[in-house]
Structures are given as structure tokens and as C-alpha cells.
């Protein structure tokens, strides 16, 4: 019998945000959101999504032994997303997203 292909929760045109660990705190919020764009610039209804890993460029050496990883806690990320003022947030598997409200908080 043939597994089902499981479809991505993530909903499509989700825009991604590729972490940059040469100055992360990976367990900072704080750290982690000056790394997101805020709600207010993109959107309405528009949705980000924040993968599980930072990347460390390691320069030319890197090329050969490849970039380090460094693993971003959910709850980092979470927060992070709600303190950019993202609503709607949510998480399945190692992705988290959230979504641009219609109106800015008030």
C-alpha cells in the first residue's frame, strides 16, 4: 500500500524568512524578531513563515565543509512573530507562520 502524500500546512505564497546566525541569540525573541520584517510593512492578509535553522556563512572555507546550522527554538520564533506584530500564528512540524492583520493593533 502507498502512503498518501502529506500536502504542507503552510499556506502557499508564504513569504520565507531565512535566519542569519553570525549575530543570532537562536534563543532570544527579541534576537530572533529584529530579523523579521514587521507586520505594519507588508500586506494585509499576507503570511511569513520562519523556518526552524540559522545559517552561519563561513566564508570561502565554507564552500568546502559547508555553512553551520544553528537550531532556532519554536517558542523563539513564536514569540518573535508576535512581538513583529503578526497574528494568527501558528506551527506544525518545524515551521512557524504568521499572518499580517487587516488593521494595525491598535
Do not use: N
Request: proline share 10%; with cysteine; aromatic share 2%.
Amino acid at each position: 500500500m502507498k502512503a498518501a502524500a502529506r500536502s504542507s500546512p503552510v499556506p502557499e505564497g508564504a513569504l520565507p524568512v531565512r535566519l542569519d546566525a553570525s549575530t543570532l541569540d537562536a534563543g532570544s525573541p527579541a534576537s530572533v524578531a529584529a530579523q523579521i520584517p514587521h507586520a505594519d510593512t507588508r500586506p494585509a492578509g499576507s503570511v511569513v513563515v520562519v523556518g526552524p535553522i540559522a545559517t552561519r556563512k563561513r566564508g570561502a572555507l565554507g564552500r568546502l565543509i559547508g555553512d553551520a546550522h544553528v537550531k532556532v527554538p519554536r517558542a523563539a520564533r513564536c514569540t518573535a512573530l508576535l512581538a513583529r506584530g503578526y497574528v494568527g500564528i501558528a506551527a506544525e512540524g518545524d515551521d512557524v507562520w504568521g499572518v499580517v492583520p487587516a488593521s494595525p493593533p491598535a
